[in-house]
């Protein structure tokens, strides 16, 4: 699939990935109408500006190590570096064309979505993360916002804690919440934390908006990635959206359909699209 902002085709391993859902776009945009309206009376529209409540103290470099086993990670495909292959190539090619388009317009804050349920996001986010991480000048932290559905350590083997809803509802300190998985050097992990229902409305809250400033901001050569939930099937990919300075989408080859992208995009159109992941594509025979 061809789009205006380019894309990298990532291979399927597997060819039994789950068909699911459409849209429910009447409640999306009204849940996007009231927290678009909301965030305007709380911050003037501008994310970090003024009046709004300075972070407490964000220490990246006390991060938790916890072992992540490499079965895990390998039976849930999440690329090491010790597995070269036409799977691991595809997101080095991806990281290079993120990395400039990031670099060119002096970005750091990264949105990964699709347009609907189960197309590759989170693992597409954490394989790119590595990715990025495995850069020497650069360091990598990866946020599981998926607030409603936790889902990112799962992938790593790594139990669900605190994390980002107890900063945002009790004040958790970051430095309690960020984990740096084993063996992947440079990339730091701020899990969901406890699972919530308002998810839209915390992710579009002015401490979010507070935080996404404050991580923009502290380190020149730190690359932040949100893992989002869908476009189509929640409000909360959009309400977060005006937060971050650029969004990747993951279609799913065979299974996004051409409306749905569309539909995705046109929704995204006020946020800087650097491009399209076709995940699962068929491995290319040379
Ligand atoms: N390139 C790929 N090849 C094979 N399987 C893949 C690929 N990308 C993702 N998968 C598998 O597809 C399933 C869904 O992936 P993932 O959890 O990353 O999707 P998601 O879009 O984040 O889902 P959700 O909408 O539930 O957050 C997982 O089992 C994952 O391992
Ligand atoms: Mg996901």
Redesign the pocket.
Known sequence: MESSHGTIA?????ND??V?TRQIMERIKQALEKARQERQIHNGGIPGAQGREPVTEINYSQTRTVTVPDDTLRD??IITGLNPGA?TD?YKLLRTQILQRLNENNWNVLAIT?P???????????NLAISLAMEIDYTVLLVDA?LN?P?MLE?FGIPQGKGLSDYLLDDVPLAELLIQPSRIEHLALLPAGRPLENSAEMLNSPKMANLVSDMKARYARRIIIF?L??VL?SADALSFSPLVDAALL?V?DGKTQKQELERAIELLSGTNLLGTVL???PLKKN
């Open positions: 990532i291979p399927a391993k597997c990935c789950p699911k849930n495909r799977f595809a699709s609907g349920n189960g197309e590759g996001k989170t693992l597409t986010a954490i998926n559905h889902w992938l893992d939930p869908p099937t993951v799913e995940n699962k594509a």
